[in-house]
């Protein structure tokens, strides 16, 4: 039986490397008996435009009668100037919380061959391998009151950062258990010298860690955590934190790894329900020049594959695959140096390359 998939490209780059990823996880999944079942959705700024909306109802329904989704990116210039409640970004807001996706996980590990194309010297980023835990539904993205007053002269705006210690508990668990599969390390990330939030945090995180004795624990401040990424990377195994921290501090590991075009994300709901899309954004500036790099979407289609289906071969198969490619020399534009001159492959070859490796395999 055909296993049901959501595409949902989005806006910019978005369709150019999720057809990428499409094509290998159709190739992958074959390898070990898996079928899979495409619908495409639309997400976003398309969404506003064909529907005046950046998300329908219809869209989350057909998420929720699949078995996993796959995002590309939303948002681009033309949207910009809307307000905040009908942009792109609601769209996204929107089906994170539909779907209940309050654990979003952001692998980013340096490899072998892009130890160089890190803005950090080499002996600094070797080796990095970490995982940032990023609470999804709540906190200060989402909190109430919310919205703007007043006139010119006397605006104001508010925002409010609220967790209930649920909310807490649940996505350390999800930390504590992925520290248990990895380097048993978890650090919680926080401001508690200044937010009532975090010192809540530190409780909670506190009180799980009693059923985790065989994890090490460390809490962190958000500003020394920042600095500490950039000075020693490699002390991180897994980073627990809340939604705008976690926003944050995902793009910083990201570009320690070399570049935001390497990074893949799951986000899932209390009993594994998954979507998977690339960390990057939407990069307008280069949208339909098959100029992308599709590895973070096609990384992504590996995790949707580990942990939608269980096929850890597969998923393996597909980051070998990925990691043959960069040691053959291929690069997409993002992966160079300022100055550094070799020729850069496009979006579509870049996928062509990863296909090829796995037929190899
Ligand atoms: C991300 C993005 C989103 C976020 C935006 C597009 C709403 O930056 O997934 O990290 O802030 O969560
Ligand atoms: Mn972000």
Known sequence: MAERIVLLPGDGIGPEVTEQARRVLVAAGAKVG?????????????????????????????????????????GGPKWDDLPVDIRPEKGLLGIRKALGLFANLRPATVLPALVDASALRPEIVEGVDMLVVRELTGGIYFGEPRGRSGERGNRSATNAMAYDEHEIERITRVAFEQARLRRRHVTH?????????????????????????DVELAHQLVDSCAMLLVQEPRRFDVIVTGNLFGDILSDEAAMITGSLGMLPSASLAVGGFGLFEPVHGSAPDIAGKDLANPLAAIQSVAMLLETSFGAKEAAGSIRRAVAAVLDAGHRSGDLLLPGETRETVGCRRMGELVLEALDRA
């Open 189 to 213: 990330v926080h401001k508690a010298n200044v937010l009532d939030v975090s010192q809540l945090w530190v409780e909670v995180v506190d009180e799980v860690a009693r059923d985790y004795p």
């Open 34 to 74: 898996l079928e899979f079942d495409f619908v495409e959705e639309s997400i976003g700024g398309c969404s506003i435009d064909a529907y005046g909306t950046p998300l329908r109802d219809e869209v989350v329904e057909a998420c929720r009668s699949s078995r996993a989704v796959l995002l590309g990116a939303v």
